[in-house]
């Protein structure tokens, strides 16, 4: 018999995407069986005044395994991770963090048998070998980041716990997540959140990649109605279970700057190329996610024009009272 998700643990709450997927799951399940878990951040005031928040290291097994105990876990969101950036720059924390982070969740949802467990995967699993323009679903994970190396181990590891202890894993291939709530910490697609604050606060930016630069992204309603969906979708009808690739919205770096041009008319974009050009550079630009729309009903709402208009009516009225 399938068990019923109950009390959810949220590593990573503070993240970019933790902390306002946090904030959802305790509207659908109720505040206090949303548990949020961070490493050194300070929660926002929305995050710790709606619920249970603790600090943890998800490298330590105990850890984690105390706030299970004392809260009666019987689901884990591992949003926990270091992204491509910040990985590049430090890889053994990199592979530590973001592996013993994931065998640790995924032993403790196995010994207290969880009704479920949802860790993310990223679209830095593509690589080498393998076309970058509609890139299956299914096909060669070559990546040339640590970050890729340890989101296709990931992916692997929680469909082994699928197949060889029955445990009930998800997950699903996130594109560059754009948000208005909570900077991204450190990955490639940072310069698409960045591009909006410095677009409204200095009506210029200096872009990390070039121009012509084209990467899947995503607005945070369509990637928290994505986690979510993938969550309630029934386990009989999935297929694939821990690679997901859930598609959004494609566009060129110039493509973003001219579409904030139309609200921001002297908006002015440079483009100096770092470190992080060549990780985009082995990314899909566009992607095939039929998988996601077949077996759980996957279709994104926003595109490149309501997702801008969106970012800056937020981060407009942000800065006019004086708050960004
Ligand atoms: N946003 C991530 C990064 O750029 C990709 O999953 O590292």
């Known amino acids: 018999m399938k068990k019923e998700i109950q009390k959810i643990l949220v590593t990573g709450a503070v993240g970019q995407i933790g902390s306002e997927l946090t904030l959802a799951l305790r509207e659908k399940y109720g505040s206090d069986n949303v548990v949020a878990t961070g490493r050194k951040t300070e929660p926002s005031p929305a995050l710790r005044d709606s619920g249970p928040f603790y600090f943890i290291d998800v490298m330590s097994r105990e850890s984690v395994e105390e706030v299970v105990k004392k809260h009666d876990i019987d689901t884990i969101v591992h949003m926990a991770a270091l992204l491509s950036g910040v990985g590049e720059k430090n890889p053994e924390l990199c592979w530590k963090v973001n592996m013993d982070g994931t065998m640790n969740v995924l032993n403790i949802a196995r010994d207290y048998e969880m009704a479920q467990v949802l860790v993310p995967s990223s679209i830095a699993v593509f690589g080498k070998g393998v076309s970058l323009d509609n890139t299956p679903n299914d096909t060669v994970l070559k990546p040339t980041t640590m970050y890729g190396v340890t989101k296709v181990c990931g992916e692997l590891l929680c469909d082994y716990y699928v197949d060889k202890f029955g445990l009930?894993?998800?997950?699903?291939?996130?594109?560059?997540?754009?948000?208005?709530?909570?900077?991204?910490?450190?990955?490639?697609?940072?310069?698409?959140?960045?591009?909006?604050?410095?677009?409204?606060?200095?009506?210029?930016?200096?872009?990390?990649?070039?121009?012509?630069?084209?990467?899947?992204?995503?607005?945070?309603?369509?990637?928290?109605?994505?986690?979510?969906?993938?969550?309630?979708?029934?386990?009989?009808?999935?297929?694939?279970?821990?690679?997901?690739?859930?598609?959004?919205?494609?566009?060129?770096?110039?493509?973003?700057?001219?579409?904030?041009?139309?609200?921001?008319?002297?908006?002015?974009?440079?483009?100096?190329?770092?470190?992080?050009?060549?990780?985009?550079?082995?990314?899909?630009?566009?992607?095939?996610?039929?998988?996601?729309?077949?077996?759980?009903?996957?279709?994104?709402?926003?595109?490149?024009?309501?997702?801008?208009?969106?970012?800056?009516?937020?981060?407009?009225?942000?800065?006019?009272?004086?708050?960004?």
């Not at 928290?224 to 598609?247: E, G, Q, R």
Request: proline share 6%; with cysteine.
């Open 168 to 324: 009930d894993v998800r997950g699903l291939r996130y594109p560059g997540i754009i948000s208005a709530e909570t900077l991204p910490g450190g990955g490639t697609t940072d310069y698409a959140v960045a591009i909006f604050y410095d677009a409204v606060k200095y009506g210029k930016y200096t872009c990390f990649v070039r121009e012509d630069t084209m990467l899947p992204m995503m607005y945070m309603p369509d990637c928290i109605k994505a986690t979510m969906d993938l969550m309630a979708a029934p386990f009989d009808s999935l297929k694939h279970h821990s690679d997901f690739t859930v598609d959004g919205i494609s566009f060129t770096a110039k493509e973003l700057a001219d579409e904030i041009k139309k609200h921001l008319p002297h908006f002015e974009c440079a483009y100096e190329p770092d470190f992080r050009q060549a990780i985009a550079d082995s990314w899909p630009n566009t992607w095939d996610d039929t998988p996601a729309r077949e077996e759980w009903g996957w279709k994104p709402a926003y595109d490149l024009a309501s997702m801008t208009k969106d970012m800056l009516d937020i981060l407009s009225k942000r800065h006019a009272a004086g708050k960004l």
